[in-house]
């Protein structure tokens, strides 16, 4: 693992596979507030400060309704100073159900990279395996609106978008072993990264592993539980495992989740638009957890926050949640 200084903070990276890309900051800043657009007008304001104090990796989506204010706050962060070039940053997108068929894939990137005003991604996700009638930009969806997903020929057009330059890197969110297996029989590019829900409750070992051996680099969304999201529960924030070592450790119970998470060789993607907590999600990097506590959080009861209810439908592909974890849940 290689250490980058940035803006006085020591952010570990990690080098993608199969990519040229540059190596990805191991901690990210998340821009999905549900419901999705809540904080539009203040957003900016929030990356701007997030910049300020060091984070230099930023999640969004076309649906969470956050790529035009975060491309705002890097205009402004450019023209203020804060970064050189945008070079510095590493941003990722994701490409939204509705636009996961072949031929709306390319279209999807360049509208995304049009709302951010950049002239390519570092990186460009699937976000869901799984297809919608074109041209609806919602959550929750319509059950009627599922339609079979064609992954070989999605991942086709991923490539390309990467031969492009348009990407410089791609990847799949929410994908078990099974269905990257799918992706990886046909790829010419194999993924760069799986991101997933993960936190101390919901530890994703087998996936992990899977991933490991592929050279896939996981990136663990909802690290703390996502409280107060369609998709989080107050479970990890109430765990008293997890409270007893904060206070033995004098550390926030959401550093520790940080810091497990670290320990784990993944990249974890924190949203707080606190500027306190902003400031103490960065605090992880210089100090660790003892045996006993890396081995008491793998002791912990394992319960997904996020079965994905949504997704399922008796005439689409999911009609199970076992079906669309292929049994990792």
Not at 127 to 147: C, G, N, R, T
Request: with cysteine; hydrophobic share 40%; charged share 25%.
């Amino acid at each position: 693992m290689e250490l980058s200084t940035i803006a006085g903070q020591s952010i570990p990276t990690f080098p993608l596979y199969s990519t040229a890309e540059k190596a990805i900051p191991l901690l990210g800043f998340g821009t999905a507030e549900y419901p999705f657009g809540a904080s539009i007008y203040t957003l900016k304001e929030t990356i701007l400060e997030a910049i300020k104090l060091g984070y230099r990796h930023f999640d969004t989506a076309a649906i969470y309704l956050s790529e035009q204010p975060l491309g705002e706050a890097i205009s402004d962060a450019l023209r203020l100073g804060l970064i050189k070039s945008r070079d510095e940053l590493f941003i990722t997108s994701k490409l939204w159900c509705s636009d996961a068929h072949h031929d709306f894939v390319l279209p999807a990137l360049k509208k995304t990279l049009q709302n951010l005003k950049l002239e390519y991604l570092n990186l460009f996700l699937i976000h869901w395996p799984l297809s919608l009638k074109p041209a609806k930009y919602e959550f929750p969806f319509q059950k009627e609106d599922i339609i079979p997903f064609d992954p070989k020929s999605v991942w086709e057009a991923m490539e390309e978008c990467q031969g492009l330059g348009l990407t410089k890197s791609i990847g799949v969110s929410n994908f078990s072993c099974k269905k990257l297996e799918t992706i990886l029989s046909t790829a010419k590019i194999p993924p760069a990264v799986n991101q997933v829900e993960m936190n101390p409750l919901w530890q994703q070992k087998k996936l992990r592993k899977f991933c490991e051996e592929k050279g896939i680099l996981v990136e663990a969304y909802s690290p703390l539980g996502a409280k107060g999201t369609a998709w989080g529960t107050n479970r990890v924030m109430e765990c008293e495992v997890l409270k007893e070592i904060a206070q033995a450790k004098g550390k926030s119970l959401a550093q520790v989740c940080l810091r497990w998470a670290h320990e784990q060789g993944v990249c974890a993607l924190v949203k707080s638009f606190n500027k306190e907590r902003m400031k103490q999600n960065l605090d992880i990097f210089d100090w660790k957890l003892t045996a006993d506590e890396s081995h008491k959080i793998s002791q912990l009861p394992q319960c997904k926050g996020f079965p994905g209810a949504a997704f399922l439908s008796d005439d689409g592909p999911y009609k199970s949640v076992e079906e669309l974890w292929d049994g990792e849940i």
